[in-house]
């Protein structure tokens, strides 16, 4: 009886499975299919002799990693880059969201959200060259440090100030973008809660404090757990456009040392391995983050 009730909803609603029929297929194929790829961690991967006939080693590429004078390097830079992109990045579209949902006047608030929107938009390699050329001893990131009163350097040679540039870029690009979902959240909070607060005394940041912030803790609790989950997962696309010798002491991360080994050194295995120890943390870690916020707060992902 259920399962023929089930079957008369899928019928009843065909229309909507064949919709999402493209993108399950998409998922199957690109996401899931090459997970199968994942065995060359554990083997000594020759194209000649393809993935079964390639000897296999074990977690020979593993101990590898751990033994290698990068590991630390790598694992370093990766951790304070990401921690760094979350402290700073994170509340920044939350703050943005909050001071937007106090103008009144609605003109301003649209020209405010296209500037801030506008970034996201922007290639990565044009936002990359743009830094690589402001960042010179003539551009104009020097030219405001000796408005200030500095000395002009080439910043991007510098490996002190990669993580600021980095990080400083990120939530350039990414806060008017990330804003969007806690606007939305914002605009579902009942006006008669504010109505009830303003009879009951309340000012602008009580009423900040005592409803707005609550009613969106959720939704940030929601997306800090997806981005814990994206901790040792730092974007190699805008380092590797960046980066340079003379500043991977503090640029080189796993997913830029993936790439080198892999599609430079052509030591597929050995990169295979690296970047399925870091979806395995990366999976921990968000699993772990979601058993904590469901103990702590009630919400959670599943």
Known sequence: ????????????????????????????????????????????????RGIFESPWVGFSYFQQFFTSSYFWRVLRNTVVISLSTLIVGFPAPIIL??????VRSTAYKRIIQSVTY??????????????VQFSTIEGLFNDIVVALGGRRI??????????????????????????IIYLSALSTID??????????????????LAITLPSLL??????????????????????ILLYNPLIYETSDVITTFVYRKGLIDLNWSYSTAVGLLNSVVNGVIIVSMNALSRRVSETSLW
């Open 1 to 48: 009886m259920l399962q023929s009730g089930r079957m008369r909803r899928i019928a009843n609603d065909r229309v909507l499975y064949l919709m999402l029929l493209p993108f399950f297929v998409y998922f199957v194929v690109f996401h899931y299919i090459p997970l199968f790829g994942n065995i060359i961690a554990f083997k000594r991967y020759s194209p000649a």
């Open 97 to 102: 969201a909050l001071m937007l949902n106090e």
């Open 118 to 131: 506008l970034p996201h938009f922007v290639s990565l390699v044009v936002v990359a060259g743009l830094i």
């Open 154 to 179: 080439p910043l991007l040679q510098e490996a002190r100030l990669f993580v600021p540039i980095y990080v400083t870029s990120e939530v350039w690009q990414t806060v008017g973008w990330g804003s």
């Open 191 to 208: 006006p008669n809660l504010y109505e009830a607060a303003v009879i009951d005394g309340a000012g602008r940041f009580r009423q900040l």
């Open 218 to 239: 959720p939704t940030i609790v929601v997306l800090l757990i997806l981005r814990t989950g994206r901790l040792l997962t730092v974007g190699h696309e805008k380092i």
